[in-house]
């Protein structure tokens, strides 16, 4: 159930590093982040979140950074293990409506 | 809790043929969505509904059909496949108090010939 990798860009990063994965977001009028991981024939599951209000944010291993001058956000995983390796996409979305935007997600790849 | 469960994981349909994905939650969620999960492209909503008995259409809705008798259900019905609608196909759900969380199931992969 994720998304074909034919034309997905794929971020390798060795086991222990850090990892960023990057996503740029098309709607000014977006308050409203979220990243989601999706593992090989699973459904996304969500990872983190962060509202328009805030620049950073931390979970357990991961950060979100919110850049709104540039329309940027970004997802960094800290000592990237094996489990990690999945899609990673972003979403955005402005509060009050039910429409999410979704990016079309990064493979990362978890080297030995 | 089993969480946002679909139905089938796989199916393979000739064009023209009916069928009708099956989603269930156990979380009480009002919010219920369906979206497809095409190559090189995001998550794009179909049809949503944020209660019983109250749907609406998403991005690209046209050859999807919805109903949401209960809180639990919400059934994706295609009423006359196209190879155009051979994707993958989830579900999510969501708490109204939380509503941008997004629960997902693990997907339908829909083959049309």
């Known amino acids: 159930g994720e998304s074909v990798g034919l034309h997905l860009p794929t971020l390798s990063v060795q086991e222990g590093d850090n990892s960023i994965i990057n996503c740029a977001y098309s709607?000014?009028?977006?308050?409203?982040f979220i990243w989601y991981k999706q593992e090989s024939g699973k459904g996304p599951q969500f990872i983190i979140d962060?509202?328009?209000?805030?620049d950073k944010r931390q979970g357990q291993r991961v950060t979100v950074l919110l850049n709104k001058t540039v329309k940027h956000l970004s997802l960094q995983i800290a000592a990237t293990q094996p489990g990690d390796s999945a899609v990673y996409f972003c979403?955005?979305?402005?509060?009050?409506?039910?429409?999410?935007?979704f990016g079309t997600g990064t493979r990362l790849k978890v080297l030995a | 809790n089993a969480g946002v469960t679909q139905t089938p994981k796989f199916q393979v349909l000739k064009t023209g043929q009916s069928m009708t994905l099956q989603c269930a939650q156990d979380m009480n969620h009002e919010y219920m969505s369906w979206y497809r999960q095409d190559p090189g492209m995001g998550l794009r909503l179909i049809h949503y509904?944020?209660?019983?008995?109250?749907?609406d259409q998403g991005e690209v809705p046209n050859g999807y059909n919805v109903s949401r008798s209960t809180t639990e259900d919400f059934p994706l019905r295609l009423l006359s496949a196209a190879p155009s609608q051979t994707s993958v196909y989830f579900c999510a759900s969501s708490d109204f108090e939380d509503r941008e969380k997004l629960f997902f199931g693990s997907g339908t992969q829909l083959s049309v010939l």
């Open positions: 509904s944020v209660g019983a008995g109250i749907t």
């Open positions: 962060i509202r328009s209000n805030m």
């Open positions: 709607n000014s009028a977006s308050d409203y």
């Open positions: 979403a955005e979305n402005r509060s009050g409506t039910y429409k999410y935007i």
